[in-house]
């Protein structure tokens, strides 16, 4: 695509990127030799990076050249931390908050370019790009606590019991074993609020016994968060 037509688009694939950036990119986010005498300070940052932080990253990254594009500021010549400037970083936070982005999203989109920046500008000082006049964007920015309506444990308990039931009426044995999953999920977590990442860790035979009518829970200390782990007897 041309730059008027990708200009359109509000991230950027990293496709459309300029062709150096591009490069770099992969560049830095493949593992190395972290004993090579070539390796440029903090250049493995990038090799450390999950999936899905490397795609949050991304997306926010494809944001900003948008920004620069729409703006005609991009060069795509020039080295990618050369483009990011203390104007330009004022004018990107107003142009977010003018199209209607909440403070979290504004604060989220500088995080992104700055760990960007880490990647393609490995060894540099990019601290300074979350507080471009010497004070942080989080702490510039208000603050908007959403009002959050939770149910209750016993609400959410009777609810996984019903899907849990209802799971049999179900017509598609594919959709029955996940009603009756998800069901189940739903009343571990109201009656013994496991962590997630415990949860994800359960598996029968190994961390879940049966005892008599009864089911226990085990977990190992290395899987939960104060490295104790009583059992848990479920019903």
């Known amino acids: 695509m041309t730059i008027s037509q990708i200009g359109l688009v509000k991230c950027w694939h990293i496709v459309d990127w300029p062709e150096d950036d591009q490069r770099l990119w992969y560049h830095h986010i493949a593992p190395g030799d972290p004993f090579s005498e070539t390796v440029q300070p903090g250049s ?3 090799s450390t990076l999950r999936a899905d932080s490397r795609l949050k990253i991304r997306k926010g990254y ?3 050249l948008s920004f620069l594009a729409s703006r005609g500021w991009l060069d795509a010549t020039m ?3 050369d483009r990011v400037t203390v104007s330009r970083l004022r004018a990107y936070c107003r142009s977010l908050l003018r199209e209607g982005n909440q403070s979290s999203t504004v604060i989220g989109r500088f995080c992104d370019l ?3 920046m880490r990647v393609l500008a490995p060894g540099k000082d990019v601290s300074w790009i979350q507080k471009p006049d010497g004070v ?3 702490a510039l920015l ?4 959403k009002p959050v309506r939770v149910p209750s444990c016993e609400t959410l308990f009777e609810w996984g019991l ?3 039931k209802g799971a ?3 017509p598609d044995i594919t959709a029955r074993l996940l009603a009756y999953r998800d069901g189940l999920l739903i009343t571990l977590l109201a009656s013994r609020g496991r962590r997630r990442r415990s949860l994800s860790l359960l598996t029968i035979g190994r961390e879940i016994f049966k005892e008599g009518y009864h089911y226990r829970i085990e977990l190992a200390p290395h899987q939960v968060k104060t490295e104790m782990a009583p059992g848990i007897r479920t019903g």
Do not use: E, F, V
């Open 136 to 138: 942080t964007i989080c």
């Open 79 to 81: 080295p990618a931390l």
């Open 44 to 46: 493995h940052y990038g």
């Open 62 to 64: 494809g944001r900003w």
């Open 168 to 170: 049999a009426l179900l």
């Open 114 to 116: 700055t760990m960007a």
């Open 162 to 164: 019903t899907m849990m």
């Open 142 to 145: 208000p603050k908007c606590q």
